[in-house]
């Protein structure tokens, strides 16, 4: 079996057709995922009808989901719901309330767990209920963005490291940690430039979690972090999602961005399971 795998930008983003992802799918063809996935860092499903327990079976073949906890809705559960809904009423949540707050920092450019010891391969997301207009989600290339580098920068870059932390860049939008929520979370340190295992391609661990180079100090740190964010914009792939969506984006070498919808007046329900670095991509037998 071959997919149909049709690009969506250049060297970026693919639409991928020819195979029904809520079923058992054979080694071979996850394979082709898998080098599709290489290849375009955010692959795009169309019609592909999911509910928890299709979109946990579809997960395990890139790894072990992370298990919701502290601000997560749903807490203890492999998914992380992007939704004005609320989980016990199905009511649509006021845009006064925190919950809604603490989502605007979603439409700032980021990488899914980058602020985590161990971060991801990758996210799922699914869309189950989707507003009539709005609400796209963006994505831009930090793989094009490093290799549009000079080789003397890309050698300088290679030996930076980069603290990142959910409680800078939430702060960003004037959200604030209760003192409990915020205690149960880390600064984690990770390798700026990064290395796919499957083509040898490099691309640049960013995004609005990044707070600061290690060693830098703070203006010269700002400088270059928003210059390379600045250079991955200049490729940008803008989701319109359709009910039974389902994207699935490298947070290696990808960061993305919610936009707006009129959240008072329509409902939107997305579930996301991500992807743990650690353990990824089980055998293919």
């Not at 997919?3 to 079923?23: H, M, N, Q, R, Y």
């Not at 300088?156 to 979370?185: N, P, Q």
Request: charged residues 25%; contains cysteine.
């Amino acid at each position: 079996m071959q997919l149909d795998v049709t690009a969506l930008t250049p060297g970026f983003c693919a639409e991928i057709d020819g195979v029904d992802i809520s079923k058992p799918i054979a080694p071979e063809v996850r394979k082709e995922i898998r080098d599709a996935f290489d290849a375009y860092s955010v692959l795009v499903f169309h019609d592909q009808p999911m509910d928890d327990d299709t979109q946990v079976a579809f997960s395990r073949y890139f790894g072990s989901a992370e298990i919701g906890g502290g601000a997560n809705p749903a807490v203890g559960t492999p998914f992380s719901r992007q939704s004005n809904l609320d989980i016990k009423t199905g009511e649509i949540i006021p845009s006064d309330d925190r919950r809604m707050h603490y989502q605007k920092g979603n439409m700032l450019w980021h990488m899914d767990s980058s602020f985590k010891a161990d971060s991801s391969l990758c996210s799922i997301l699914t869309a189950r209920e989707v507003p009539p207009e709005g609400g796209n989600t963006e994505f831009a290339s930090t793989r094009l963005a490093y290799e549009s580098l000079t080789e003397d920068e890309k050698e300088k870059l290679e030996v930076l490291e980069v603290d990142h932390d959910i409680r800078f860049s939430r702060g960003l939008t004037g959200y604030k940690y209760d003192e409990a929520a915020g205690k149960g979370f880390i600064t984690a340190r990770h390798k700026l430039v990064r290395t796919n295992p499957g083509n040898g391609r490099k691309s640049l661990l960013i995004g609005v979690h990044a707070m600061a180079i290690v060693g830098w100090d703070e203006g010269e740190s700002r400088a270059l972090l928003d210059d390379l964010a600045a250079r991955a914009e200049n490729v940008i792939y803008s989701h319109k999602w359709r009910n039974d969506d389902v994207v699935v984006w490298d947070n290696q070498a990808a960061v993305h961005r919610a936009t707006p919808f009129d959240n008072t007046r329509y409902r939107r329900l997305m579930q996301r399971t991500t992807i743990a670095l650690e353990g990824a991509w089980p055998a293919m037998d």
